[in-house]
């Protein structure tokens, strides 16, 4: 199994949790486990709700704002061209909704960690923007 999918396991172990475990955390998770420093290390257990999120990070409202500085912070380059591993924001369509999600790209389709604890993969409406992290699949 190649490191990409340990990680999508390891996050379908995991119990969803604003601020900890949720899209955010767990992409720049993957970030770490590919030898950059933490995008998130400031905004981790800073929020406890989608609502507290919203409050603290503006994340729903406006992603780019959030993120790309951080990534940017973390030495993490944008490209225009995301290959499997690299991880991004993306604009998922729900039954009646479009929210914006940090994503993990696995190539045609991106991962994300929904609030109900499924990993799902799916094509998305946008790629907001994505960042290359370097991994290569041996």
């Known amino acids: 199994m190649t490191p990409l999918y340990v990680e999508l396991n390891r996050w379908r172990r995991l119990t969803y949790r604003w601020g900890e ?6 992409c720049a998770d993957w970030c770490v486990r590919c030898g950059w420093p933490d995008p998130a290390a400031d905004l981790r257990l800073t929020y406890e709700s989608m609502s507290e999120c919203q409050r603290v990070t503006r994340f729903f409202s406006d992603p780019l704002t959030v993120v790309a500085p951080r990534m940017a912070a973390a030495g993490l380059a944008l490209t225009a061209q995301p290959v499997a591993g690299d991880v991004g924001i993306v ?8 929210r914006p999600h940090a994503a ?14 499924a990993v799902t993969a799916f094509r998305p409406q946008k790629v907001l923007a994505a960042w290359g992290v370097g991994y290569a699949h041996p």
Do not use: N, R
């Open 104 to 117: 993990l790209c696995l190539g045609d389709t991106w991962a994300v960690k929904e609030t109900s604890g």
């Open 21 to 26: 475990a949720d899209c955010v955390t767990l």
């Open 91 to 98: 604009l998922q369509i729900a039954p009646g909704v479009t």
